[in-house]
Structure formats: C-alpha cells, structure tokens
C-alpha cells in the first residue's frame, strides 16, 4: 500500500513521539492513555452501574502495555520568557498575516517537556479565546473531579407523596434511551414492592441559582441549561455540532422519562411537577461515561452544551453558585492549585461562547503543559481529547492537501479550534521534525477575514511541527 505525504508524515513524527501502533489508527481511535485507548473506555462506559468496576478491572488487565503519548518528562524547570532561535521566529512568520489584524496574535510556544518558553509575543496580553476556553475547563474538571467521575441521573421513591422523582444530575448526555432504561429499571423496582400506579415527580434542584440562559441565548450551538435534558436538547439524532434545539430540554427529559415508565406497565396519575428528590431512596440510576471520556468528547468536537455542564459540575464540587460567576470562580480556584497566574484572565464561561471572556496565551500554554506532566496524571485527558489535524473532530476539515502550506501538520497537530465573529484562536501541541512536543497558544481577537486568520493559525503550527527545534 502507498500512503499519501500527510499519512508518511504521521507515521514518522508518531514514531519520534514514542506512539507504539499505526499511526493512522492512533489519529482515528484516539491516542493510548494509560494502557487504554479512549474508543475502548466509550464501550467500556456502556457496561451497567451494576457491572462496570468489575468489567473495567478485567479490560484493563487484558489490555497490553502500551508507551505514554509524551515521552516521560524530567523535572520541571521555569521557562523564562524570550525571543527564541531565529529559526523558531521565521518559522512563526505565518502569524505575521494582516488577516489577524493590526493587532496580530498573542503568542506562546513552550517545550511541553520542561516547560521552558521558545517563543513569547503578547503572551501575557488578555485576549478573547473563544472555545480553546474548553481546554481551561478540561483541566479544571480532572483536577476537581478526577477522571474517573460520573454524572449522575437518578429516580428515588417519595413514598410519603406516592410518586417516583426523576433527580437531574446535570448530565447533558442522557438519551432518549437511557432514559427507557431508567424506566425500566424503575418499573422493576416498583414491582418487587407491588407498587403498580405512581405519580411522577422532577428535581432540577442541582442547578438552581443559576441562570437557565446562555447570554448568547437558545440557538443551534447551545440549549437552555438545565441538570435534566435529552441529548442535549438536539431536535435531531445528532450527537455533535450546530443544530436546532429545544426550547425546554428539562420538560421533553421529564416527557421521555415518564412515556417510557408507562410502556414498562406502570401506571403513571396525573401531570409531572416540580419536586425535591434528592434525599429520597433511590430506585434507579443512569452514570454518564467517566469524566475522562466526556472532556475527550467536548474537546474533540468543541460541545458547548457539555462544557458548561463540567464548569457547573466543578462550581458544585466546590461550593460556588452554579451561576456563570460562580463557575468563573471554581475554575479559576483549580487553575491556581496548579500554579497558574489568572492575573487579567476573565472567565466568563465555560465554552467559549461569551466574547467576554479573557485568556492570556501563557496560560493556555501552562494549562497543556500540566496536563503533560507526570505529576498529574489526571489531567491527560485535557491532551488526548484535542482534535488531531486532519483526522478527528473539528480538525478534520484543515490541514489537507492543497491547504496552502499547513496540509504537513496533518497527523502532528493536535489542538483546540477557536473561532467567533472576529476571533481566531488555536492551542495545542505539535511533534516537531526533531521529535520533540511543543504547546502553543494562538490568540487573534480583531481579525479581518476568518478563513485567512484560520489559514495562518494553521500554517503556524504546521511550521512548528515541521522545524527542528533543538
């Protein structure tokens, strides 16, 4: 077989970055994290509550051991702020595009193995980063929560009222499906206590506080918040990207849910409503996939509706009103742990939709070099969910051929997309010709032609990936 330029260049710059199976399948499958690929913890994330520590216990024992995505890197040493080789500084010479605007892009280049700063220009200038916002959240929400937590959507039997209450959890991954095996999981519980007529009941107390509405409003990129939804509130069977949704995500939950009580033979009286569920005996549960999973699922496919969910999930963790404020505040507090300055950053959210929101390129640069280090394991997640350039997620449609100088970053770059009215951001890591793995930070904010400034963005972190840099 004759591999293409792009798929040759994959599989020789994952060779120099440690990768131990096909290049091409790695870009497609998604990268080995911990002797586990992520396509396999999805179908592990399928197994019932019931049997799930069990059966992962025994995948993981079988899987082999496989070699990190990053070399395992040394001690930590403070990268100190500078121009770099005239070599790394022609290579950035993309950036220079008048398409970024008379500002230009805030920039950030790291050697993710120690942390030590190639190239710095306007790093600390706090910019609008759109949705590479998401990789904040990502690190926010393995730090807080771990990678191996759960979402939780639950039925519990209020036996003083005589009806089952469906408890939101703040899972916007729940579908229409789930939903029926609640139902039956439900109606088998009701049975062992000869219980056959019930009304329904609905919690949303998880969230309350916080606001219903994105500023942005319903639209195709985000439904209303709410702890209980079907697939999102998608109108359709899609699982990703913009399309129409629901006006009342919480209320078509509560519909699905109790259609579906009834077609398991339980008699449902009356009309849903409004009630407290959380300290009633459960009856029923659906877990979302691992936290792992889901920040790889938000990543690679920039899920708005998702990431607001884990900004929510970690304001709860932490004490903090589920508002956007209050979700501002809990991440920023996890970015601190980790030894990040927030100085000049705002977040206003946690996907990026909000225009004002501030980020600087040094601390998107210093988020994805913590989640490269050893000492936090945890925070892998945040690295293997970037979109691969070329392959996977919202990367898939740049960094071909004919793509004016940025189709050899197919297979090499990785990295989260950025993008509004006038907002050009990337941030991620690149294999570079010489086997190392540099992170970069791209922040324009007052572009002129977006298809250009997503041009040069490109075209720059394709000549990192194509420099030698040692």
Sequence with gaps: MVLGAPTRRLVTAAAAAGLATAALTVALSGPWDSGQRAAERHAAAGITAEREVADLERIVAGLPSAPPVLDPLGERVAGTAGSAGSDLTGALAPLGDAALGSGGAAVSVVDIADGTVL???????????????????SVAALRALGPDHRLSTTVGWDEAAGRVVLVGGGDPTVLAADYAALAEETAAELTERGIAEVGVGYDLSLWDGGEGLHPIGVNDNIAPLTPLQVNEGRLDDSTHGPTPRSTDPAADAVRTFTDALRAAGVTVTGEPERAGGQDTERLARHRSAPMSVLVERMLTYSDNDLAEALGRAVAVKAGQPVTFA??????GDELTGLGLSVDGVRIADASGLDRSGQLTARLLTGVLTAAADPAHP???????GMPVAGFTGTLTGRYGAGTDGAADGAGV???KTGTLTGVNTLAGTAVTADGRVLAFAFLAADTTDANAAQSALDRAATALATCSCG
Excluded: Q
């Excluded at 945890?378 to 293997?384: D, G, I, K, Q, V």
């Design 119 to 137: 190239y710095a220009s306007g790093e600390d200038a706090a910019r609008t980063p759109a949705s590479t916002v998401k990789l904040v959240t």
């Design 326 to 331: 209050g979700v501002g505040r809990a991440i």
């Design 378 to 384: 945890e925070l892998r997640p945040a690295l293997t």
């Design 413 to 415: 770059v990785r990295a």
